[in-house]
């Protein structure tokens, strides 16, 4: 049996009367890219936020490098080498892309960015190779401000790649992004898991990019897994298109 990075068990959350999220099990092993996908309300971002620790569950188990997890805030689970990225921007718009990313690496190793001279001399060259996967090399000395909102996007998820993570979270990196600028994000995440092998878990709701990158996609409807396979296996499946078709017609 390959070895699981994460592992969920009957994982459940309820606000009031509303079910967001409801035992859902799934297993993650090691360099796998997998997605989670479903319509609007399916309780995507519930799991997320449940897995990065930003709400404890109301029932169920997470195991996450065979230690038992559930319930950690997200900063110990940060240490423990779970990365995720933020839907809201995160960067600092007055400081260079170098800069940003010596940032998170400082921040990392727990050291304080005191603005002497030194400290910009700190981590140039593991920042300048995360700066490489993203092809924005020639735009490092560029104030975060002068970003595109893709080039920004996908700088997010460097950055999340200076905890050196086991497994990295992405919530939806391609939502607000124009249509020119989604390959390039797609790319970015596919370099992450097949150059670096680092295990992903995307959650994501345009199916087009997921079944672009992932390797096993589980679906979600109303909190609940109701499919989960290849993508071949996820396109043919007659439950999933029916979820899909009713969501279109709602639209
Ligand atoms: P998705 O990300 O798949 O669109 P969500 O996890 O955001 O789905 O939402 C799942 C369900 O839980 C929805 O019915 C939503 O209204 C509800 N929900 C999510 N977050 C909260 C919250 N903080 N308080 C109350 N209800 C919530
Ligand atoms: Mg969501």
Same mark, same amino acid.
């Given at each position: 049996? #390959?070895?699981?990075?994460?592992?969920?068990?009957?994982?459940?959350? #309820?606000?009031?009367?509303?079910?967001?999220?409801?035992?859902?099990?799934?297993?993650? #092993?090691?360099?796998?890219?997998?997605?989670? @996908?479903? *319509?609007?309300?399916?309780?995507?971002?519930?799991?997320?936020?449940?897995?990065?620790?930003?709400? *404890?569950?109301?029932?169920?188990?997470?195991?996450?490098?065979?230690?038992?997890?559930?319930?950690?805030?997200?900063?110990?689970? +940060?240490?423990?080498?779970?990365?995720?990225?933020?839907?809201?921007?995160? @960067?600092?718009?007055?400081?260079?892309?170098?800069?940003?990313?010596?940032?998170?690496?400082?921040? %990392? %190793?727990?050291?304080?960015?005191?603005?002497?001279?030194?400290?910009?001399?700190?981590?140039?060259?593991?920042?300048?190779?995360?700066?490489?996967?993203?092809?924005?090399?020639?735009?490092?000395?560029?104030?975060?401000?002068?970003?595109?909102?893709?080039?920004?996007?996908?700088?997010?998820?460097?950055?999340?790649?200076? +905890?050196?993570?086991?497994?990295?979270?992405?919530?939806?990196?391609?939502?607000?992004?124009?249509?020119?600028?989604?390959?390039?994000?797609?790319?970015?995440?596919?370099?992450?898991?097949?150059?670096?092998?680092?295990?992903?878990?995307?959650?994501? %709701?345009?199916?087009?990019?997921?079944?672009? $990158?992932?390797?096993? @996609?589980?679906?979600?409807?109303? =909190?609940?897994? $109701?499919?989960?396979?290849?993508?071949?296996? @996820?396109?043919?499946? !007659?439950?999933?298109?029916?979820?899909?078709? =009713?969501?279109? %017609?709602? !639209?």
């Amino acid at each position: 049996m #390959s070895q699981m990075v994460l592992t969920v068990e009957k994982l459940a959350r #309820s606000f009031g009367g509303v079910q967001a999220v409801k035992d859902v099990s799934l297993s993650v #092993s090691t360099g796998q890219l997998r997605a989670v @996908i479903g *319509p609007n309300g399916a309780g995507k971002s519930t799991l997320f936020n449940l897995l990065t620790g930003l709400m *404890p569950p109301s029932a169920g188990r997470i195991v996450f490098q065979g230690k038992d997890v559930t319930g950690l805030p997200a900063h110990t689970l +940060c240490r423990l080498g779970l990365g995720r990225t933020f839907q809201i921007n995160s @960067i600092f718009v007055n400081a260079t892309v170098l800069e940003n990313v010596q940032l998170a690496l400082l921040s %990392h %190793h727990r050291k304080i960015w005191n603005m002497s001279a030194t400290a910009g001399k700190l981590y140039v060259r593991e920042a300048e190779e995360l700066l490489a996967m993203l092809d924005l090399v020639g735009k490092a000395g560029k104030l975060g401000s002068t970003l595109s909102y893709g080039d920004r996007r996908r700088l997010e998820v460097v950055l999340a790649l200076a +905890c050196e993570p086991q497994l990295l979270l992405l919530d939806e990196p391609t939502a607000g992004m124009s249509l020119p600028d989604k390959p390039g994000m797609v790319a970015l995440i596919r370099k992450i898991a097949r150059e670096k092998g680092v295990t992903t878990i995307l959650v994501e %709701h345009d199916m087009d990019m997921v079944f672009a $990158v992932a390797d096993q @996609i589980t679906v979600m409807h109303q =909190g609940s897994v $109701v499919a989960e396979g290849t993508p071949q296996e @996820i396109r043919a499946n !007659a439950r999933v298109q029916e979820i899909y078709l =009713g969501e279109e %017609h709602r !639209a």
